[in-house]
């Protein structure tokens, strides 16, 4: 029978990127308020410093780093920092930094390709190779991708494929690391507003639910992900999209009523 212990994450080290504002911030504040010591980093030194100062408040441990999740480099020095910090483990990895730019495919140079792979695919590798060593058994890897890895998307084709290639990749981690009872899952929200996303006047008509998603219904996700809740679950995707890719091209009318 379940219990809060299986909601806990009393004991645990959680590290998240891309954790100074929107969906990071919400997910280590959440972990933070669960039980988790957290490690978490940003390019946003400010942000950081904010949420750092709000898990303290909360009674737990937390590490920051200040990198570019492109650089391997930087990436193993940081999982080196927290896991002496924050006792020799990670329990949690949330690959959550990432982001693109709108634009054509024909008009996205080789650098600007790059740097989207970099950013949206190559950082996942890094963190994932710099903390499986540190993950005892039953530990969880938790990759934030986007509804777009699950359907066209004109003008951020290479930024969803990126994104498409990380849940591929989830998939085949989940086979190859299961062995050691390390769960590999995806969560793709749709449409989530945070500072770098302006709020929606409108809840969107191909959306099941007549709200309007917020940081909070990710970070939920992720904490069942993280939990002992999700202990038979890998190899998956959560969609946090209000039934957007349920509804696929049928739109919500002004009855009620769905058309294609």
Not at 73 to 85: M, S
Not at 251 to 258: C, F, L
Request: include cysteine; glycine fraction near 12%; aromatic fraction near 6%.
């Amino acid at each position: 029978m379940l219990g809060p212990d299986d909601v806990s994450l009393e004991g645990k080290v959680a590290l998240i990127t891309g954790a100074a504002q929107g969906i990071g911030e919400a997910i280590a504040l959440t972990f933070a308020n669960f039980g988790a010591a957290v490690a978490m980093c940003d390019r946003n030194a400010d942000g950081l410093a904010y949420v750092s100062k709000e898990i303290d408040g909360l009674g737990q441990r937390v590490v920051t780093g200040v990198l570019d999740v492109r650089d391997d480099g930087q990436v193993e020095a940081f999982v080196g920092d927290a896991v002496r910090a924050l006792g020799n483990r990670i329990d949690v990895l949330v690959n959550n930094a990432g982001g693109g730019f709108s634009s054509e495919f024909m008009s996205v140079n080789a650098k600007g390709q790059d740097a989207l792979i970099r950013e949206n695919f190559s950082s996942v590798t890094h963190f994932v190779r710099a903390c499986v060593p540190h993950m005892p058994e039953g530990s969880s890897i938790i990759n934030v991708t986007s509804i777009e890895a699950h359907r066209a998307a004109p003008g951020f084709a290479v930024y969803s494929a990126m994104k498409a290639a990380v849940a591929n990749l989830s998939q085949s981690l989940a086979l190859e690391l299961g062995v050691k009872q390390i769960r590999v899952n995806c969560i793709a929200p749709d449409v989530i507003p945070t500072p770098g996303v302006p709020d929606m006047s409108e809840v969107p008509p191909r959306m099941a639910l007549p709200i309007a998603g917020h940081v909070d219904d990710v970070a939920g996700a992720a904490l069942f992900l993280a939990t002992n809740l999700s202990r038979f679950v890998t190899g998956t995707t959560i969609h946090v999209d209000g039934g957007n890719v349920a509804a696929g091209g049928w739109h919500r009318q002004p009855d009620g009523s769905w058309r294609p």
